[in-house]
T-cell receptor, first 113, second 113 residues
Protein backbone atom coordinates (compact mmCIF):
# COMPACT_ATOMS: atom_id res chain seq x y z
CA UNK A 1 0.00 0.00 0.00
CA UNK A 2 1.21 3.44 -0.94
CA UNK A 3 2.22 5.69 1.92
CA UNK A 4 2.28 9.26 0.75
CA UNK A 5 0.66 11.97 2.80
CA UNK A 6 -0.38 15.51 2.10
CA UNK A 7 -1.39 18.11 4.64
CA UNK A 8 -3.58 19.98 4.93
CA UNK A 9 -6.37 18.35 2.91
CA UNK A 10 -8.24 21.62 2.64
CA UNK A 11 -7.00 25.18 3.12
CA UNK A 12 -8.80 28.50 2.81
CA UNK A 13 -6.48 31.46 3.13
CA UNK A 14 -6.45 35.18 2.45
CA UNK A 15 -4.65 36.91 -0.37
CA UNK A 16 -1.03 37.76 0.36
CA UNK A 17 -0.44 35.03 2.93
CA UNK A 18 2.52 32.70 2.74
CA UNK A 19 1.59 29.03 2.67
CA UNK A 20 3.40 25.71 2.61
CA UNK A 21 1.78 22.51 1.43
CA UNK A 22 3.35 19.46 2.97
CA UNK A 23 4.06 16.16 1.24
CA UNK A 24 5.78 13.18 2.80
CA UNK A 25 6.33 9.60 1.69
CA UNK A 26 7.57 6.60 3.63
CA UNK A 27 8.48 4.41 0.66
CA UNK A 28 12.03 5.66 0.21
CA UNK A 29 11.24 6.89 -3.29
CA UNK A 30 13.83 9.06 -5.00
CA UNK A 31 11.40 10.77 -7.35
CA UNK A 32 8.70 13.15 -6.20
CA UNK A 33 6.30 15.38 -8.11
CA UNK A 34 3.80 18.18 -7.66
CA UNK A 35 0.83 18.42 -10.01
CA UNK A 36 -1.76 21.18 -10.15
CA UNK A 37 -5.22 20.00 -11.07
CA UNK A 38 -7.73 22.32 -12.73
CA UNK A 39 -11.40 22.26 -11.75
CA UNK A 40 -11.95 20.64 -15.14
CA UNK A 41 -9.70 17.73 -14.07
CA UNK A 42 -6.55 18.25 -16.17
CA UNK A 43 -3.27 17.68 -14.31
CA UNK A 44 -0.26 19.87 -14.93
CA UNK A 45 3.23 19.08 -13.68
CA UNK A 46 4.60 22.10 -11.82
CA UNK A 47 7.67 20.71 -9.99
CA UNK A 48 9.62 17.51 -9.68
CA UNK A 49 12.67 16.15 -7.91
CA UNK A 50 14.82 13.12 -8.58
CA UNK A 51 16.65 13.22 -5.29
CA UNK A 52 17.86 15.29 -2.37
CA UNK A 53 18.89 18.82 -3.36
CA UNK A 54 17.52 18.28 -6.88
CA UNK A 55 14.45 20.18 -8.08
CA UNK A 56 13.16 21.03 -11.53
CA UNK A 57 10.30 23.08 -12.88
CA UNK A 58 7.57 21.27 -14.72
CA UNK A 59 5.62 22.06 -17.84
CA UNK A 60 3.27 24.57 -16.22
CA UNK A 61 4.81 27.79 -15.02
CA UNK A 62 4.11 28.28 -11.34
CA UNK A 63 4.92 30.97 -8.80
CA UNK A 64 5.40 28.29 -6.18
CA UNK A 65 8.77 26.95 -5.04
CA UNK A 66 9.82 23.56 -3.69
CA UNK A 67 12.67 22.11 -1.71
CA UNK A 68 14.05 18.60 -1.22
CA UNK A 69 16.26 18.54 1.83
CA UNK A 70 15.22 15.04 2.85
CA UNK A 71 14.27 12.11 0.66
CA UNK A 72 10.88 11.68 2.26
CA UNK A 73 9.79 15.33 2.28
CA UNK A 74 8.88 17.60 -0.65
CA UNK A 75 7.07 20.75 0.50
CA UNK A 76 5.62 23.34 -1.84
CA UNK A 77 5.58 27.02 -0.86
CA UNK A 78 3.68 30.04 -2.10
CA UNK A 79 5.25 33.24 -0.79
CA UNK A 80 2.18 35.37 -1.44
CA UNK A 81 -1.06 33.57 -2.23
CA UNK A 82 -3.45 34.99 -4.84
CA UNK A 83 -6.93 33.92 -5.95
CA UNK A 84 -5.37 32.59 -9.18
CA UNK A 85 -3.59 29.98 -7.04
CA UNK A 86 -6.91 28.41 -6.09
CA UNK A 87 -6.67 24.81 -7.23
CA UNK A 88 -6.07 21.25 -6.15
CA UNK A 89 -2.43 20.29 -5.61
CA UNK A 90 -1.43 16.64 -5.90
CA UNK A 91 1.86 15.23 -4.70
CA UNK A 92 3.24 11.95 -6.04
CA UNK A 93 6.32 9.79 -5.76
CA UNK A 94 7.87 6.92 -7.69
CA UNK A 95 10.74 4.51 -7.23
CA UNK A 96 14.15 4.60 -8.86
CA UNK A 97 13.42 1.79 -11.32
CA UNK A 98 12.59 3.04 -14.76
CA UNK A 99 8.93 3.50 -15.46
CA UNK A 100 7.42 2.38 -12.20
CA UNK A 101 4.10 3.96 -11.52
CA UNK A 102 3.61 7.10 -9.49
CA UNK A 103 1.82 6.90 -6.16
CA UNK A 104 -0.37 9.84 -5.29
CA UNK A 105 -1.35 11.57 -2.08
CA UNK A 106 -4.94 12.58 -1.36
CA UNK A 107 -4.34 16.13 -2.51
CA UNK A 108 -4.66 19.58 -0.98
CA UNK A 109 -7.56 21.72 -2.10
CA UNK A 110 -6.42 25.34 -1.79
CA UNK A 111 -8.80 28.28 -1.90
CA UNK A 112 -7.42 31.81 -1.79
CA UNK A 113 -9.97 34.48 -0.98
CA UNK B 1 7.81 15.77 -25.80
CA UNK B 2 5.27 13.09 -25.09
CA UNK B 3 1.58 13.89 -25.21
CA UNK B 4 -1.65 12.04 -24.48
CA UNK B 5 -5.07 12.60 -25.98
CA UNK B 6 -8.18 11.31 -24.28
CA UNK B 7 -10.80 11.59 -26.95
CA UNK B 8 -13.87 11.81 -24.72
CA UNK B 9 -14.20 14.26 -21.87
CA UNK B 10 -17.40 12.63 -20.59
CA UNK B 11 -18.83 9.15 -21.08
CA UNK B 12 -22.28 8.30 -19.71
CA UNK B 13 -23.16 4.62 -19.66
CA UNK B 14 -25.90 2.50 -18.16
CA UNK B 15 -25.10 0.09 -15.35
CA UNK B 16 -24.00 -3.38 -16.53
CA UNK B 17 -23.24 -2.07 -20.02
CA UNK B 18 -19.72 -2.28 -21.49
CA UNK B 19 -17.54 0.79 -21.73
CA UNK B 20 -14.44 1.86 -23.60
CA UNK B 21 -12.43 4.95 -22.69
CA UNK B 22 -10.11 6.01 -25.47
CA UNK B 23 -6.50 7.12 -25.17
CA UNK B 24 -3.97 7.96 -27.88
CA UNK B 25 -0.36 8.93 -27.30
CA UNK B 26 2.34 10.57 -29.36
CA UNK B 27 4.74 8.09 -30.83
CA UNK B 28 8.15 7.37 -29.38
CA UNK B 29 10.73 4.64 -29.63
CA UNK B 30 9.32 3.03 -26.55
CA UNK B 31 6.57 4.10 -24.24
CA UNK B 32 5.16 3.03 -20.93
CA UNK B 33 1.45 3.57 -20.44
CA UNK B 34 -0.78 3.85 -17.41
CA UNK B 35 -4.42 4.28 -16.51
CA UNK B 36 -5.36 5.94 -13.24
CA UNK B 37 -8.74 6.44 -11.57
CA UNK B 38 -9.70 9.37 -9.36
CA UNK B 39 -12.72 9.28 -7.08
CA UNK B 40 -14.17 12.56 -5.74
CA UNK B 41 -11.86 14.43 -3.39
CA UNK B 42 -9.17 11.77 -3.69
CA UNK B 43 -5.77 11.37 -5.27
CA UNK B 44 -5.12 9.13 -8.25
CA UNK B 45 -5.03 5.35 -7.97
CA UNK B 46 -3.33 3.10 -10.48
CA UNK B 47 -5.71 0.86 -12.46
CA UNK B 48 -3.18 -0.84 -14.73
CA UNK B 49 0.05 -0.32 -16.62
CA UNK B 50 1.80 -1.47 -19.78
CA UNK B 51 5.56 -1.71 -19.67
CA UNK B 52 6.32 -4.52 -22.13
CA UNK B 53 5.17 -7.99 -23.10
CA UNK B 54 1.56 -8.91 -23.70
CA UNK B 55 -0.41 -6.10 -25.28
CA UNK B 56 -3.52 -6.94 -23.28
CA UNK B 57 -3.15 -5.73 -19.73
CA UNK B 58 -5.53 -6.59 -16.92
CA UNK B 59 -5.98 -4.31 -13.97
CA UNK B 60 -8.02 -3.89 -10.83
CA UNK B 61 -11.79 -3.70 -10.62
CA UNK B 62 -12.27 -5.73 -13.80
CA UNK B 63 -10.67 -3.20 -16.14
CA UNK B 64 -8.34 -4.08 -18.99
CA UNK B 65 -6.51 -2.15 -21.68
CA UNK B 66 -4.90 -3.04 -24.97
CA UNK B 67 -1.68 -1.52 -26.21
CA UNK B 68 -1.78 -0.97 -29.97
CA UNK B 69 1.53 0.29 -31.26
CA UNK B 70 0.44 0.78 -34.87
CA UNK B 71 -2.47 2.97 -33.82
CA UNK B 72 -0.61 4.52 -30.85
CA UNK B 73 -3.56 3.75 -28.63
CA UNK B 74 -4.13 2.35 -25.17
CA UNK B 75 -7.91 2.14 -24.75
CA UNK B 76 -9.43 1.11 -21.43
CA UNK B 77 -12.35 -1.31 -21.35
CA UNK B 78 -14.70 -2.97 -18.93
CA UNK B 79 -17.35 -5.49 -20.04
CA UNK B 80 -19.92 -4.54 -17.38
CA UNK B 81 -19.77 -1.36 -15.34
CA UNK B 82 -21.11 -0.71 -11.86
CA UNK B 83 -22.34 2.45 -10.21
CA UNK B 84 -19.14 2.45 -8.16
CA UNK B 85 -17.08 2.90 -11.34
CA UNK B 86 -18.30 6.49 -11.60
CA UNK B 87 -15.09 8.51 -11.44
CA UNK B 88 -12.51 10.36 -13.51
CA UNK B 89 -10.07 8.29 -15.52
CA UNK B 90 -6.66 9.45 -16.64
CA UNK B 91 -4.34 7.98 -19.21
CA UNK B 92 -0.62 8.71 -18.75
CA UNK B 93 2.59 8.06 -20.64
CA UNK B 94 6.31 8.21 -20.15
CA UNK B 95 9.10 7.25 -22.50
CA UNK B 96 12.10 5.25 -21.41
CA UNK B 97 14.38 7.25 -19.19
CA UNK B 98 13.82 9.62 -16.35
CA UNK B 99 10.83 11.60 -17.53
CA UNK B 100 7.77 12.39 -15.41
CA UNK B 101 4.39 11.02 -16.36
CA UNK B 102 2.41 13.10 -18.83
CA UNK B 103 -1.33 12.92 -18.29
CA UNK B 104 -4.28 13.27 -20.60
CA UNK B 105 -7.10 15.66 -19.76
CA UNK B 106 -9.19 12.93 -18.22
CA UNK B 107 -12.50 11.25 -19.00
CA UNK B 108 -15.42 11.50 -16.62
CA UNK B 109 -17.25 8.17 -16.55
CA UNK B 110 -20.83 8.43 -15.26
CA UNK B 111 -22.65 5.16 -14.67
CA UNK B 112 -26.41 5.51 -14.74
CA UNK B 113 -28.68 3.17 -12.79
Amino acid sequence: EADIYQTPRYLVIGTGKKITLECSQTMGHDKMYWYQQDPGMELHLIHYSYGVNSTEKGDLSSESTVSRIRTEHFPLTLESARPSHTSQYLCASSGSSLNTEAFFGQGTRLTVV
Amino acid sequence: AQSVTQLDSQVPVFEEAPVELRCNYSSSVSVYLFWYVQYPNQGLQLLLKYLSGSTLVKGINGFEAEFNKSQTSFHLRKPSVHISDTAEYFCAVTSSGNTPLVFGKGTRLSVIA
